[in-house]
Nanobody
């Protein structure tokens, strides 16, 4: 059973930084694509960033490119999202996602709230 647990959310002022963590367990994640999504109030869930479990390939939404950095620590089975230069529009619940690439099965964490004040 895949389990994903996010942590690290909070309330920060615009321009500051946060680091989100996603602890992954229950599988060997070699064939998984790891992603961050977010959902703001009244909006649909949107893609933020992705990384291969080996860490060799990353991709970002245009809205966060240059400000957010996704990373993997295989030894800890953890994924991170370093968020710098935060803006009020980054306010959302952030979700960790693991996609099994052979079947496109998605697993989700429970989410962590990020609030950015102006």
């Amino acid at each position: 059973q895949v389990q994903l647990v996010e942590s690290g959310g909070g309330l920060v002022q615009a321009g500051n930084s946060l680091r989100l963590s996603c602890a992954a367990s229950g599988r060997t994640f070699t064939n998984y694509l790891m992603r961050w999504f977010r959902q703001a109030p009244g909006k649909e869930r949107e893609f933020v960033a992705q990384i291969t479990w080996g860490g060799g390939s990353t991709y970002y939404a245009d809205s966060v490119k240059g400000r957010f950095t996704i990373s993997i620590d295989n030894t800890k089975s953890a994924m991170y999202l370093q968020m710098n230069s935060l803006k009020p529009e980054d306010t959302a619940v952030y979700y960790c996602n693991a996609r099994f690439i052979l079947t496109l099965t998605d697993y989700w964490g429970q989410g962590t709230q990020v609030a950015v004040s102006s």
